[in-house]
């Protein structure tokens, strides 16, 4: 029986998702099967603090020798790193994911990868010249439930698909719930609004169906045309974002295939957070497979077949399960006991690219990431919306 690799993370900010992600990365791999591999936290920075930093690796319940680091200039440093996750607000991905690769670190960065493709284009340039694992940690793309969905398109249950309606709302209230303006979904300091937070799921969902499911070497961009709803109080973000994507294909492929992507602050996928409409859509000649909300953290689906069978699927999230006495969850939620939130999905793959020596990630490439923000980039084109030079450029190192 081969023994399990250890792989050895740092952790880069000590914010909201940092918690989520840390604390289902200490959860014991076997609990969703996985024996190959096993994870530990060894350091964690914060930017402002370095009793931030202590604080955090005792809520995750980290071991106690991992070390609490008061700059992210001295995390990179560590050399019992293998890799490291960054969960800074997107404004810095680039930023910090190049202060990680100049010192010689693998990098999983969370979405949205950058701000604009230049840069995503540069973050991969600089991986390669040093021979280093980049990821953009899309949590969603690594759920058994997406592998369910990409295999049952690649099957051909459904036909060749021919449109995919792909949602990702929020349903609040931002000039009450972000007033001061200086939250991540509305300040554009920070590259805010809906688009590369929310809207990054619902082109995730089209890009994974429609795109990723067709051969590599004969898949090409879509053609997008948007409309982008500037946010009145900060003038600079997007309060929702509408996509209309067409994706050509071969003839033999069923031809040319549409979706529709969309995301907003205010409006919710379905009202009274119900979940009970499905806010993915993908559909073929002969069925629909349908993804119920949140588009980020499904937990169910839906097959309907022309001729009327229905076939529905629950996808609980693994973890250390009842009488643990363990909990996650993310921005006040709280999972059920010993529930798992899915973010150790994305790391059992970062840690197996290790092993095997891979420099990406199976279920999403640097040029899909680097794809998608090129979509995104059109989208703020045709929607008039730029961000401060200082969050946009290349030019390394930038003070932020
Ligand atoms: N995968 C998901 O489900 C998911 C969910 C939410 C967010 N995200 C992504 O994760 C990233 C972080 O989101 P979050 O919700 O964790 O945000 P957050 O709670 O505001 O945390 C961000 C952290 O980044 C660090 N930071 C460094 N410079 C900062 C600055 N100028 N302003 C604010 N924070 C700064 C801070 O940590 P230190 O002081 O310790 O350095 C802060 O705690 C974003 O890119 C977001 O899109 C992903």
Redesign the pocket.
């Known amino acids: 029986m081969s023994t399990a690799k250890t792989i050895r993370w740092g952790i880069l ?6 918690k989520t992600f840390t604390k289902d990365l200490l959860v014991d791999p076997t609990t969703r099967g996985v024996k190959h591999v096993k994870h530990s936290v060894v350091a964690a920075a ?3 603090s370095k009793s ?1 930093a202590e604080q955090f690796l005792k809520d995750v319940g980290a071991p106690s020798d991992a070390k609490p680091y008061g700059s992210y200039e001295e995390l990179v440093k560590d050399s019992n790193i293998d890799i490291i996750y960054i ?4 404004s ?2 680039y930023q910090n994911a190049r202060l990680c690769l100049e010192a010689g670190k693998n990098v999983l960065c ?3 990868f950058t701000v604009n493709a230049e840069q995503a284009r540069e973050l991969a340039k600089k991986a390669k010249e040093k021979d280093l694992f980049l990821m953009e ?1 899309v ?1 969603t793309r690594y759920f058994p439930l997406s592998i369910y969905v990409r295999d049952l398109i690649t099957s051909g249950k459904i036909g060749p698909i021919a449109r995919v309606l792909a949602d990702n709302s929020m349903a609040t209230d931002p000039e009450d719930a972000f007033s001061d303006g200086k939250h ?1 979904l509305v300040n554009p300091d ?1 590259a805010g609004g809906a688009l590369l ?1 929310l809207g990054i799921y619902s082109l995730t969902w089209v890009f994974q169906t429609l795109y990723h499911t067709q051969p590599a070497e004969s898949r090409q961009p879509p053609k997008v045309l948007a409309a982008l709803k500037t946010y009145g109080p900060t003038k600079a973000a997007d309060e929702a974002s509408t996509i209309v994507l067409s994706f050509p294909r071969s003839d033999e492929a069923g031809g040319e295939a549409h979706a529709v992507a969309t995301t907003s602050l205010r409006v919710a996928t379905t009202p009274g957070g119900k979940a009970d409409a499905p806010g993915i859509r993908i559909q073929g000649p002969k069925g629909e497979i349908q993804v119920f909300p949140p588009a ?1 953290r499904p937990t169910h689906t839906r097959l309907i077949l022309k001729d009327g069978t229905v076939e529905d699927k629950d996808w609980p999230q693994p973890g250390p399960g009842e009488g643990s006495g363990w909990y996650n969850g ?1 921005g006040g939620g709280k999972n059920a006991e010993g529930e798992g939130h899915g973010m150790f999905w994305e790391a059992d793959e970062a840690a197996t690219a290790l092993v095997e020596g891979r420099k990406e990630g199976k279920y999403e490439g640097l040029d899909e990431s680097i794809l998608i923000m090129e979509v995104m980039d059109e989208v703020r084109k045709q929607g008039g919306l730029t961000y401060p030079e200082k969050i946009e450029t290349i030019k390394y190192p930038t003070q ?1």
Request: glycine share 8%; hydrophobic share 40%.
């Open positions: 900010a000590t914010g909201g998702i940092a914060s930017s402002s931030r969960a800074t607000p997107h810095h991905h969370e979405k949205a940690a949590w991540r920070l937070d980020f993310f932020l």
